[in-house]
């Protein structure tokens, strides 16, 4: 039987002195679809880390996540994820926050002409500010 997700002996780390400390070490983890699962954890044991793993925002050390049986190291459509505070990566504009998305679907190019467009309309200009601008626009488009 395919699982909706499979975690698959993953491990995960972060930088730390010169070195790799590893905060995840061979987690494994199948869930059917409809199955709800809650990850419990002290601070810095992994569960963000983790999380950003099955969105595909971060790469793990080792291991393999798999979708309905399909490995997948990037973003994925069917893949969501709410940050713990209202945030936009914080590497990226507002434009680029919500072309995010898109660039899996369309041209990279008819993503950002859709998000000026609809940024027009709610009248921001692709700056760093108003991070509910993304919410509005998903509302609104799907």
């Known amino acids: 039987m395919t699982h909706a997700l499979e975690i698959d002996r993953v491990s995960l780390g972060y930088p730390q002195g010169g070195a790799v400390k590893t905060v995840l070490h061979d987690f494994d983890l199948a869930v059917r679809s409809g199955e709800l699962v809650s990850l419990l954890g002290a601070s810095g044991a992994g569960k963000s880390s983790l ?3 099955l969105a595909g925002l971060k790469q793990a050390l080792s291991g393999q996540v798999r979708l309905f049986g399909e490995p997948f190291s990037r973003p994925h459509l069917r ?3 709410v940050f713990q505070s ?3 990566l914080p590497w990226l504009n507002v434009r680029d926050n919500v072309a995010f998305g898109f660039h899996a679907v369309i041209e ?3 993503a950002v002409q859709g998000v000026v467009a609809g940024l027009s309309d709610i009248g921001k200009q692709g700056g760093r500010e108003g991070g509910g601008a993304g919410f509005a626009l998903f509302s609104h488009w799907f």
Request: hydrophobic content about 65%; proline content about 0%.
């Open 51 to 53: 999380l950003r793993v």
């Open 108 to 110: 990279a190019t008819d």
């Open 86 to 88: 209202a945030a936009l």
């Open 79 to 81: 893949v969501g994820l």
